[in-house]
């Protein structure tokens, strides 16, 4: 089955630990994608749902922590994206678990477009930021975020 949210190029921000941080959440998206799409039952798709809001506050808190570290000057913007995103998965979730048919469709059309959209251009506009203060581009070994997963 091709996955959900195909990881491109077109998605990296040059940044290897952000990169490999988004790339982990579009595939946890990915399964949650599956588990719904497969009907595999209320239980997994909540245990994928609490696995996305996870690596969410993982790569929430590096970007934001960098954004702080190097003083960038959109910080409170971009912090305020993230927030608004961890105040609706919430909502989205209650939805999702109320027996609502159109939820389980808009829940993860919402995370889709907004995960793509957010590193389109708010994370590729901070990335250039940090690429111009020196943090490095890449990294040679797997990220910590990615142990445990898949």
Sequence with gaps: MEKFIQFTDELRCGVGELDNLHEVLADVLSEL??????????EAVQELLQKVEDHARICFAVEESLMRILGYPGYEAHEAQHKVLLARLPKL???EFAGNQSASSELIDFLRSWLINHILVSDKD???FFLACGVQPQRKRKPWAVFGTG
């Excluded at 994608?33 to 209320?42: E, P, S, V, Y």
């Design 93 to 95: 979730r209650d939805r």
């Design 126 to 128: 901070c990335s250039s």
């Design 33 to 42: 994608h599956t588990a719904i799409k497969l009907r595999q039952g209320d």
